[in-house]
């Protein structure tokens, strides 16, 4: 029987997943080996391959211990069920590719690729717009070794600098298009109104919306911004981070500033079409703050949707919030979830925060929504706080569907704080609660993994700050991704008690086959590089002891053929669609 592939695409990864049922009965099943033609582009972009081997970082004697070389799955094989080629350079934007599939049998000295059942998929990259809307992940792996290869290959010396220009290009690799969004979304337009918590970016965001302003004239550009002052102990407090922009901006835009909820945590961008009316006609939204760091450094995403029955929603909503009205005010303007708009092939839904204190119809539909799941739940969240989200979704691990999390850093002192706490009879904040259980979670069961382990992983010359950086700034959460009926919840909001109640948020509810399937191929690339580090780090610092090299025999699968486990179901669903 033939390998069965199915792909799940983002414009810029293709996630592999495959099935062998014969592997199930095969003692010398040793995984997969893939092969992708056309083949990889060198690190300088010089030279490509007419096919290339995907890389593996393990072998059967332990890690890749050269940063700079993996070891090649002909070689090292898969010894999973899906894999991802992460090696999309600009020059393969919306080519077509040919994977083959090999399932591999034999020992670790002699291994055999059985050509006669291999399994082949052809594809083409979508392009980042597609259907009306458009759809940015960044790449945000300075951990990497795909980051280290590129930094090698500037040859800078150890702790030097790299140039403005050497600097810029490795941004811009990390940004992976989107920070292109910026002057694509403005490009055409005539009038632009913008809501932006962070405005801080000099490379993309900022010199778009400067020369944007040039062109149409300050009264065509309206930005909303966060105001708050910043607190600093013993003095008085700084100005808001946006004050530099909004001084620099100051004859191109017309600044509105905000500080009556807690913070004003928007991120959006509306336009007309150029087309000489004013209508609001596209927007730009997502979880992407308008800084450097949020574009390149953080792992974020947007959106472009171009309708305009969603962009007046948003064009409303910051005509609203320029007049800074108070949380109670606010909490009047927009009862619940809008009714859904047709993008495309997509149903999209918004909600806008703060939300009456009375409520939680926002994260109470995700709540239900993740309870009526059929096959699986991941969430990307910068940090679950809210009990009820958080137990729905290990609910779902629980009984049997597939349920990864990736999260921020969770803070393991705050945890075992929690749980000494807890068992004395004391009250637990809900930060605290949050931390001790996914804390558990991923220690104890592995399906949730989080940065803590990650921060001396730096630009090259940055200095490491005395906090625990951002690292995972996603908010979403994506139900049934590999199913006939997705759901994606998608936007600003960190799904919280104050992201729900006090701040200025805007999110998303998507259902959309193709864009789900990219929001999770996008999850898994990022969900395995860091639970393969989380691994290899708990390891070396006396954790968990489990072996870090491949599998010698077939052991390594029998767990994906255990009737109704978690396992088996996402090998066959993953592979092989569900209902």
């Not at 002057?183 to 010199?207: E, K, M, N, Q």
């Not at 390891?539 to 486990?565: C, E, I, N």
């Amino acid at each position: 029987m033939n390998v069965s592939v199915r792909s799940y695409l983002s414009p810029t990864l293709v996630l592999l997943a495959f099935d062998w049922p014969e592997g199930g009965t095969r003692d010398d099943f040793l995984g997969f080996a893939i092969k992708r033609t056309p083949g990889f582009l060198s690190a300088d972009g010089k030279r490509r391959e007419a096919s290339s081997w995907l890389p593996n970082r393990l072998t059967f004697n332990g890690a890749v211990r050269d940063t700079q070389k993996d070891a090649p799955t002909n070689e090292a094989p898969i010894q999973k069920f899906m894999w991802w080629d992460a090696r999309i350079d600009e020059a393969d934007r919306e080519k077509s590719f040919t994977y083959l599939v090999y399932p591999v049998v034999g020992t670790p000295h002699a291994l055999h690729l059985l050509d006669a059942q291999k399994g082949e998929c052809k594809l083409t990259l979508p392009s980042h717009i597609e259907a009306g809307i458009g759809t940015w992940f960044n790449r945000a792996v300075v951990s990497s070794q795909a980051f280290a290869r590129k930094v090698a290959a500037l040859h800078l010396a150890p702790h030097e600098a790299p140039s403005a220009e050497q600097a810029l290009r490795l941004r811009t690799w990390l940004a992976n298009d989107l920070q292109n969004v910026f002057s694509l979304t403005l490009g055409d337009a005539r009038r632009a109104a913008c809501a932006v918590y962070h405005l801080t970016d000099p490379l993309w965001a900022i010199p778009a919306l400067a020369a944007f302003g040039a062109k149409q004239g300050k009264a065509s550009l309206a930005i909303v911004y966060d105001s708050h002052e910043v607190p600093e102990k013993g003095t008085p407090p700084a100005p808001s981070p946006n004050q530099p922009a909004v001084e620099q901006l100051a004859d191109v835009a017309t600044f509105a500033p905000r500080d009556k909820t807690h913070i004003m945590h928007d991120k959006f961008i509306v336009t007309d079409n150029g087309n000489g009316e004013a209508a609001p006609a596209r927007v730009l939204t997502g979880s992407a703050n308008f800084t450097s760091e949020g574009i390149t450094e953080q792992a974020n995403v947007l959106h472009l949707f171009d309708s305009p029955e969603l962009a007046t929603l948003y064009s409303e909503r910051a005509k609203a919030l320029a007049g800074n009205p108070s949380i109670a005010e606010t909490a009047k303007l927009a009862p619940g979830w809008s009714d859904a708009v047709t993008v495309g092939s997509a149903k999209v839904r918004v909600c806008f925060s703060p939300e009456p204190k009375s409520s939680r119809l926002q994260i109470d539909t995700i709540v239900d929504a993740i309870k009526k799941a059929k096959h699986s739940v991941v969430f990307c969240l910068f940090m679950p706080t809210d009990a009820p989200l958080r137990d729905a979704c290990f609910a779902a691990g629980d009984k049997g569907l597939m349920m990864f999390g990736l999260v921020n850093h969770i803070s393991v002192k705050s945890a075992q704080a929690a749980q000494e706490a807890q068992e004395n009879g004391q009250i637990v904040t809900t930060t605290a609660l949050a931390n001790m259980e996914l804390y558990h979670r991923g220690r104890d069961q592995h399906d949730v993994i989080d940065a803590e382990y990650f921060l001396p992983r730096l630009f090259p010359a940055e200095s490491a700050p005395s906090y625990a950086p951002v690292i995972i700034h996603h908010k979403f959460l994506v139900i049934d991704a590999e199913g006939a009926n997705p759901i994606v919840y998608t936007g600003s909001a960190n799904m919280s008690n104050n992201s729900e109640h006090f701040n200025d948020e805007n999110l998303l509810e998507i259902r959309d086959r193709r864009i789900a399937s990219t929001y999770l191929a996008e999850f898994l690339r990022l969900y395995e590089h860091y639970r393969a580090r989380a691994l290899a780090i708990r390891q070396r610092h006396g954790g968990t002891r489990q072996q870090l090299m491949l599998a010698p025999d077939g052991a390594w699968s029998k767990k994906y053929f255990v009737r109704d486990s978690p396992e088996e179901k996402a090998r066959v669903a993953l592979a092989h669609g569900a209902d």
